[in-house]
């Protein structure tokens, strides 16, 4: 079984819905990074998260750590064409200083006008 | 954000030949430097860990002696695919990890004819 799970797979909306990503991890987390990519480009950093508990906003993008169920959440807010792209959490599960991550297998959001 | 540069972004090679592929941290400067490998739709593999003056710390299933990494300074790291084969040919990107996080290149995409 996958270390790292996201759901949806895939997710299209409507411009204006809010939406929301998950991510559970199999291992405890010692810290939830998000990240962006469009499709055969780079991953852009969205957000990282390490206590539990811990909410972080930008702009109209909202992400949660739930420590205790091994879970994070990523929401979107009033969506825009401009968020479409690939999301990919990655779990920090060894606590080391090198932050070495392990990916989901990502999200593909579709926005539509 | 921090930036981090892959060249070339796209090579093209002939079966047998060697490929290398350079990751510069350029505004910062990077201890550990990480290499994935990504398939179409799917999420990122980390081939290895790259650390500043010593030797990579490769993945298992990763063959060390067909994807050679050397971290020759702390804003540069250098993946030599030798002897590639068709079934190397892939999305390969680099990041350089901070303090804060991971940032990531643009990404090398490899294909072997």
Redesign the interface.
């Known amino acids: 079984s996958q270390e790292l799970e996201q759901s949806p797979q895939s997710l299209i909306v409507q411009e204006g819905k809010n939406l929301t990503i998950n991510c559970t991890s199999s291992k405890t987390l010692y810290g939830l990074?998000w990240?962006k990519q469009k499709y055969?480009?780079?991953?852009?950093?969205l957000m990282?998260l390490q206590k539990g508990g811990e909410e972080k906003s930008h702009e109209k993008i909202t992400a949660k750590l739930d420590e205790k169920k091994q879970q994070s959440s990523l929401h979107i807010t009033a969506s825009q064409p401009s968020h479409a792209g690939i999301y990919?959490c990655?779990a920090d599960n060894s606590g080391g200083s090198?932050?070495?991550?392990?990916?989901?297998?990502?999200t593909l959001l579709t926005v539509n006008p | 954000?921090a930036v981090?540069s892959?060249h070339p972004s796209r090579v093209i090679c002939k079966s047998g030949t060697s490929v290398k592929i350079e990751c510069r941290s350029l505004d910062f400067q990077a201890?550990?430097m990480?290499w994935y490998r990504q398939f179409p739709k799917?999420?990122?593999?980390?081939m290895a860990?790259s650390?500043e003056g010593s030797k990579a710390t490769y993945e298992q299933g990763v063959e060390k002696d067909k994807f050679l990494i050397n971290h020759a300074s702390l804003t540069l790291s250098t993946l030599t695919v030798t002897s590639a084969h068709p079934e190397d040919s892939s999305?390969y990107?680099c990041?350089a990890?901070t303090v804060?996080?991971?940032?990531?290149?643009?990404?090398t995409?490899l294909l072997v004819l």
């Open positions: 990074y990240y055969g480009e780079g991953l852009i950093f990282m990919l990655g090198n932050y070495k991550l392990t990916f989901g297998k990502g | 954000g981090v892959q201890t550990t990480f799917q999420s990122l593999m980390l860990t650390n999305f990107i990041s990890s804060e996080t991971q940032y990531f290149g643009p990404g995409r």
